[in-house]
């Protein structure tokens, strides 16, 4: 009898969960599953490995990826710290555009979010998507595993064209309000990525998306794992996310 009495209290509080959880407004949700996969404010670097896979050959990479929020908007920085023929290669997010820079360039050249940093590992998911910042939610429904748990799928549309992925659909765990997976879709509408957030961990007192798992759409074969390796708080000048200052600084 205890132990029925325990089972049925935690259903309750489960189904209270969720239904709090379905009362949240659009900006609400977004805003939280961006919450359950970032740092928070103090942490300006993080230090990845990619492991990239394909029919044809396994390559890894280490990267540091670098932060810095204005009242302009949100700046992020990815370099290479090897392999030793990537070494130096940038790519940096600012609110206006995407950047490249590399070692024997004068001076950097736009590119797209959407342009490969390494393997299927785009600047967009490299840096990070922020579904509050880049999209309104277009529709919200439950769905069923065949383990006969309940999630929530959500369709996502970009705000403006500026934004890499045009659509996403997000597969979010409604009681921890998580998401698990998401698929990002082309210009086209043919789904191009389906990105799992494959392991969640406790850093600096934070809970975030330490694995993310990018499987390709279009060509079979292609998986690209990444894997945070440390974080920092150090802080950063803003010349390091400068356009202008690629090709200056020593």
Known sequence: MKRALIVLTALIV???????????????LL??????????DSVTQISIRIHSETP????EAELMLSFLDTEEGSFARIE?????????????????ATYFYGPDLDFPIKTS????VFGDAAVAQTSGIRFADSYTIQERRTVTAVDGLDFWEIDLVAVDFTVAFQ?????VDPVELRPISAI????SGLPFYEVFYEAYAVLEDDVVVTTQRIV??????????SEILKIGSEVLSPLLFDPASLGAMP
């Open 56 to 59: 044809d050959e396994i390559r």
């Open 167 to 171: 659509a996403v659909t997000v597969i």
């Open 184 to 187: 990002l879709y082309a210009v």
């Open 113 to 116: 979010a959407t342009q490969e």
């Open 14 to 28: 489960l189904l209270a969960t969720t239904l709090n959880a379905q009362e949240l407004s659009d900006i609400e």
């Open 216 to 225: 390709n759409q279009l060509l079979l074969g292609r998986i690209t794992t």
């Open 31 to 40: 805003s939280a599953l961006d919450e359950a996969r970032f740092f928070n």
């Open 80 to 96: 290479f710290a090897n392999p030793e023929e990537l070494a130096g290669q940038i790519f940096l997010s600012t609110p206006e």
